[in-house]
C-alpha cells in the first residue's frame, strides 16, 4: 500500500496494492498495522457504513461536534468527488479543504481525520460508497457546513454533472440547510 499526503497533510491518499489477472482481483482494504505504519494513525474502528447513490448525489458536508469521527472511505462501485474540510478552529487549515476522486478503478481510499466536515458528489450512473469510522454515529451532535459555501471555495466537479444534463447537484432536505464556515460551530480539538 502506498500513502500519498494532500495539501492538508493530515488527510491521506492510501493506494491499495491489487493483484489482478484474468480471473478478477485481489487486494487487502484494510490492515491496522499497515494502516499505523503508513498514517502514523493508530484508531479503533468501530462502526462500517454502506451507502448507495445515484449520479448527482451530493452528500455532506458532516461533522460531529462530539464523539468526531475519523473515517477511512472508499468507493466500491461507480465514482465520487470526496471533499474533506478542516472544521479545527486551532488548526493551520481551518476552513480548508481537499478533494480526490475516488472510483471503483483507482481503488483509492481517503483517511478523513477527527474535526474534518466530509461529503462527496456522485459522478457515475449511480456509487457504492464505503467507510469505516472511529466513533458511532451521534445524531445531536452532527452539523451540515454548507456545501458551496464561497468562503471555503470547494470546486466540484459541476461541469461533468452538466454535460450528463445536471445543472444542481441533489441534496437532502438536511444538506440544504448546511450553514456557512462563519455561521458553523468549529470542532475544538482536545
Not at 499505523?36 to 447513490?53: P, W, Y
Not at 445524531?139 to 451540515?144: A, G, I, L, V, W
Amino acid at each position: 500500500m502506498n500513502a500519498i499526503k494532500t495539501a492538508i497533510p493530515d488527510v491521506i491518499v492510501l493506494e491499495p496494492k491489487v493483484f489482478g489477472d484474468a480471473r478478477g482481483f485481489f487486494m487487502e482494504s484494510f490492515n491496522a498495522k499497515t494502516f499505523a505504519e503508513l498514517t502514523g494513525v493508530q484508531r479503533t474502528f468501530v462502526q462500517d457504513n454502506h451507502s448507495k447513490s445515484a449520479r448527482g448525489v451530493l452528500r455532506g458536508l458532516h461533522y460531529q461536534l462530539q464523539q468526531p469521527q475519523g473515517k477511512l472511505v472508499r468507493v466500491s462501485r461507480g465514482e465520487v468527488f470526496d471533499v474533506a474540510v478542516d472544521m479545527r478552529r486551532s488548526s493551520p487549515t481551518f476552513g480548508k479543504w481537499v478533494g480526490e476522486i475516488l472510483s471503483e478503478e483507482n481503488k483509492r481510499q481517503l483517511w478523513v481525520p477527527e474535526g474534518f466536515a466530509h461529503g462527496f458528489l456522485v459522478l457515475s450512473e449511480s456509487a457504492e460508497f464505503l467507510y469505516k469510522t472511529t466513533d458511532y454515529y451521534a445524531p445531536q451532535f452532527e452539523r451540515s457546513l454548507m456545501w458551496n459555501d464561497a468562503t471555503v471555495g470547494v470546486k466540484w466537479p459541476l461541469a461533468k454533472l452538466a454535460t450528463m444534463g445536471m445543472a444542481v447537484p441533489t441534496l437532502s432536505a438536511k444538506d440544504l440547510q448546511g450553514l456557512s464556515l462563519a455561521d458553523s460551530v468549529p470542532y475544538e480539538m482536545m
